[in-house]
T-cell receptor, first 117, second 113 residues
């Protein structure tokens, strides 16, 4: 079974600072995707960024980037120039891509990120 | 709106009643997943369905919970004889085979009085 661990229940930074959210996962498989989802107070799940395990290059989406260390099974999210609208719960998620189709996502317990003005 | 549609957004039930939650996947998606989110926790996988088939229901409680995804119409998550512990947000997600990305609906919040 796959597991995803987020060791920071809550983080708080000042607006415009850079913050890094950590995530580790455990799997014996080689073919999978990793995601960071954002859940603002509206509770909608919004995809922030995605990384294919076979790609060595770290994914980047504007102010969001990841540090993917496959051997260490680590997948941290860096948010640069943080904004008040970044305040949300952030969930790290893992999905195994099997030959017969995609299985469900496994989520971490989340990190509550608070951006202070 | 071509996204994943869930309804109702909010549902209140008394203990012992039935709750039905609906999910219409994104256009062209034939894979549907249901997740439950308890307060202060991440999402927990419940069931994975394709049209007319349950592929993986390893996360579903053995009793009172059922899910279907008929040939026509939305996917339904049904909870019979609800109890207070069923109060949670229930999220539906859909995918296109091989895409590796799930698209989520806005969730249905069930409150059991």
């Amino acid at each position: 079974a796959q597991t995803v661990t987020q060791s920071q229940p809550e983080m708080s930074v000042q607006e415009a600072e850079t913050v890094t959210l950590s995530c580790t996962y455990d799997t014996s498989e080689n073919n999978y995707y990793l995601f960071w989802y954002k859940q603002p107070p509206s509770r909608q799940m919004i995809l922030v960024i995605r990384q294919e395990a076979y790609k060595q290059q770290n994914a980047t989406e504007n102010r969001f980037s990841v540090n993917f260390q496959k051997a260490a099974k680590s997948f941290s999210l860096k948010i640069s120039d943080s904004q008040l609208g970044d305040t949300a719960m952030y969930f790290c998620a893992f999905i195994l891509i099997s030959g017969g189709g995609a299985d469900g996502l496994t989520f971490g317990k989340g990190t509550h990120l608070i951006i202070q003005p | 709106n071509a996204g994943v549609m869930q309804n109702p957004r909010h549902l209140v039930r008394r203990r012992g009643q039935e709750a039905r939650l609906r999910c219409s996947p994104m256009k062209g998606h034939s894979h549907v997943y249901w997740y439950r989110q308890l307060p202060e926790e991440g999402l927990k996988f419940m069931v994975y369905l394709q049209k007319e088939n349950i592929i993986d229901e390893s996360g579903m409680p053995k009793e009172r919970f059922s899910a279907e995804f008929p040939k026509e119409g939305p996917s339904i998550l049904r909870i019979q004889q609800v109890v207070r512990g069923d109060s949670a947000a229930y999220f539906c997600a859909s995918s296109n085979l091989g895409a590796g990305e799930l698209f989520f609906g806005e969730g249905s919040r069930l409150t059991v009085l």
